[in-house]
């Protein structure tokens, strides 16, 4: 995973959590590899755990570790194979009149009350749809690695914000809320390829999204963009679509 003189690599702990329900499949018990402790974590070493399917909420690094099931699969972009499809174009074009401003971890409150009201409406009943401000600034301000916020503008009113983290060797998308009540919208679709856009001026190769669940279809989204890799038994490889 590292070239062998990492110390800081081979200093790292790994455990297995304790058993917990599944967020994405019902009637499944989840489990997580996590890697401790995160003051060593910081981005070159994250970006060799991402590229071995690892993820990161807040200072928190995990990958899924359950008894028995292999159902989340990371998933990247390649970044120089993409091709936008006819659907995708036209999002690009729609939301054209968005400005991006990337800013650093910084608590705004404008970014809270749209985190909230998206969870309130996308998420009502989990859990983050209740968070505190502690809470939010946790999962969404706290980093050990290479991070930005990246926040989406339609005139004044703060549309979309994106948690990207910049890897070695990629943009890792690991958290985007938006306007959840705005009709004719697709501004996570947008978001995605405006990530792409920017590795592709960076000259980063890939763009990470996240697990992908063939059974959760919440995470359907992700295999409109082709081609995407999974990492199979340890292999990033062109995922084979059913």
Known sequence: MSHPNDSRLIRLQFYATAPYPCSYLDDHMARSQV?????LIDTHIYSQLVR???????????????????????????????APDR???????????LTVTMLPLEYRDAHYQLYHRYQKSRHA??????????????????SQVDSFLAEFR??????????VDRLSDGLSSVYTFFEPDDAGTSYGTYNILWQVELARQL??????????????RKMAYKTSFKPIEGLIDGVWRPLRLP
């Open 87 to 97: 659907t995708q174009r036209r999002t690009w074009k729609r939301h054209g009149d």
């Open 203 to 216: 000259g980063l190769p890939y763009v990470y999204l996240g697990y992908w669940i063939g059974a959760c």
């Open 154 to 163: 339609q005139g004044d009113a703060v549309k979309m914000v994106s948690l």
């Open 35 to 39: 890697a401790i402790p995160a003051e």
């Open 125 to 142: 009943g989990g859990g983050m749809d209740e968070d505190s401000r502690e809470q939010y600034e946790n999962f969404i301000l706290k």
């Open 52 to 82: 071995n399917g690892f993820r990161r909420s807040g200072l928190f690094t995990y990958r899924p570790w359950c008894d028995q099931c292999r159902a989340c699969v990371p998933v990247r972009l390649q970044v120089a194979d993409f």
